[in-house]
């Protein structure tokens, strides 16, 4: 084999390392970009949720007359945390979407009807809640595989996940060792950077954290955090007998909701 045979052969060889490393590279990078949009998406659709969860409950503290939002869950035993600031901001239900979700119901008393709306206002906003909080399973309609929905639980683990993995990835392959191996597959510009002493350590960190793939602020998946409510059978002797109280206390207010609603 001649000398200009073997060299043929050996820059092929070079050719095929670099492409290899220049995919392994730019190809893991892709694939945790893609999975941060992914997630950004995910977090968009959990923001919205959450805004759901807001509207029913905003719609429920309506029906419990300002201020006796603090009492109810006191009742209940919850801590409301961001909940009550939160729902205040929001938007209440109405017309048919408030029908829909939260629809009276007859009893014979008007203590008795508005308890009922009560509980089922509380278990519309529990549900979703629920929903917000850990997900719900669904079927995929074209792949009948069986899901989860996105939720506050999954989107955090994921975001620790995520951010693993991009440490990882930023210390196993920094952009300055797949420049390094690149440049090792051609003596001559090493011997060239030799000579002329270029100041290789100082662009390598540099580039290093230039091309280093950034985290994600998981705390922004905190700040979405609203707290866990009973189930609604756990507690509706409670929201029956808070309803009553009030219903005794304010009975003109109360009516009047009622019958806007």
Known sequence: ?????????????????LVEAADNFFGRRKALDDEKDMFEANLADLARLRQSVLDRTA???????????????????VDP??????????TPLGGKAREWVMPKT???????????????????????????????????SKSGRKGISVSLEA?????????????????SMPASATLGFAKGLSP??????????????GLAQGLDQDLAISGVDCGR???????????????????AR??????????????????AW
């Open 1 to 17: 084999m001649s000398d200009k045979t073997l060299s043929f052969l050996t820059e092929d060889l070079a050719r095929e390392a």
């Open 106 to 140: 007859w009893a014979w008393t008007g203590e008795g009807e508005y308890e009922k709306l009560a509980i089922t206002a509380y278990a519309a906003v529990q549900d979703r809640m629920d929903e917000f909080l850990h997900g719900r399973v669904y079927v995929d």
């Open 188 to 201: 001559q510009q090493v011997e060239q950077e030799r000579l002329v002493d270029a100041p290789v350590d």
């Open 81 to 90: 945390g961001p909940l009550l600031e939160a729902a205040a901001a929001a």
């Open 155 to 171: 989107l955090s683990a994921w975001c620790d996940r995520l951010n693993a993995r991009i440490t990882g990835l930023n210390r």
């Open 221 to 239: 998946v905190a700040a979405l955090a609203l707290p866990e409510l009973p189930r609604p059978d756990a507690v509706r002797q409670a929201v």
């Open 59 to 77: 719609t429920l503290h309506r029906l419990l007359l300002p201020g006796n939002a603090p009492a109810f869950y006191a009742t209940l035993g």
């Open 242 to 259: 808070f309803c009553a109280e009030l219903y005794a206390r304010d009975r003109d207010q109360v009516r009047a909701v009622m019958d």
